[in-house]
Nanobody, 123 residues
Framework: QVRLLESGGGSVQAGGSLRLSCTAS????????LGWFRQAPGQEREGVAT???????RYAEFVNGRFTISRDNAVNTLYLQMNSLKPEDTAMYYC?????????????????WGQGTQVTVSS
C-alpha cells in the first residue's frame, strides 16, 4: 500500500522560507511521478509543482521562481523548498503520487495522497 507522509509545514512571516518533505513507502518510488498541491479554506485544491520519474519539473505560474521541487530516490523523499513566501501561500500542502505519469499539474492525474501539512504565512 502506498503511503505518503508530509512534514515541514509551519508559521513564518512574509519573505521567509520553509522546506516541505514527503516521505513515501510501499512502492517503487523511482517509477512514480510526484507532486505538491495546496488547498486554502474555501478554495479548490491546486497544483504547485510536480516532478516526473525522469526528474522533469513543472511549476504553477504563481510560483514565479520562488519554489523548487526535488526528489531523492535513495531515501524515497520528495521536497519543496519555498522561499520569499507570501500571505497568499497560506494553505494546507499535500504530497501526491502516481505510477508512471508525467509532470502534469492536474489533481485528477494523481491517485495517492498524503494527509497534508499546514503552511501559514503572516504579513
Amino acid at each position: 500500500q502506498v503511503r505518503l507522509l508530509e512534514s515541514g509545514g509551519g508559521s513564518v512571516q512574509a519573505g521567509g522560507s520553509l522546506r516541505l518533505s514527503c516521505t513515501a513507502s510501499g512502492y517503487n518510488y523511482d517509477t512514480y511521478s510526484l507532486g505538491w498541491f495546496r488547498q486554502a479554506p474555501g478554495q479548490e485544491r491546486e497544483g504547485v509543482a510536480t516532478i516526473d520519474h525522469y526528474g522533469g519539473a513543472r511549476y504553477a505560474e504563481f510560483v514565479n521562481g520562488r519554489f523548487t521541487i526535488s526528489r531523492d530516490n535513495a531515501v524515497n523523499t520528495l521536497y519543496l523548498q519555498m522561499n520569499s513566501l507570501k500571505p497568499e501561500d497560506t494553505a494546507m500542502y499535500y504530497c501526491a503520487a502516481v505510477r508512471g505519469g508525467s509532470n502534469e499539474l492536474v489533481r485528477g492525474k494523481y491517485n495517492y495522497w498524503g494527509q497534508g501539512t499546514q503552511v501559514t504565512v503572516s504579513s
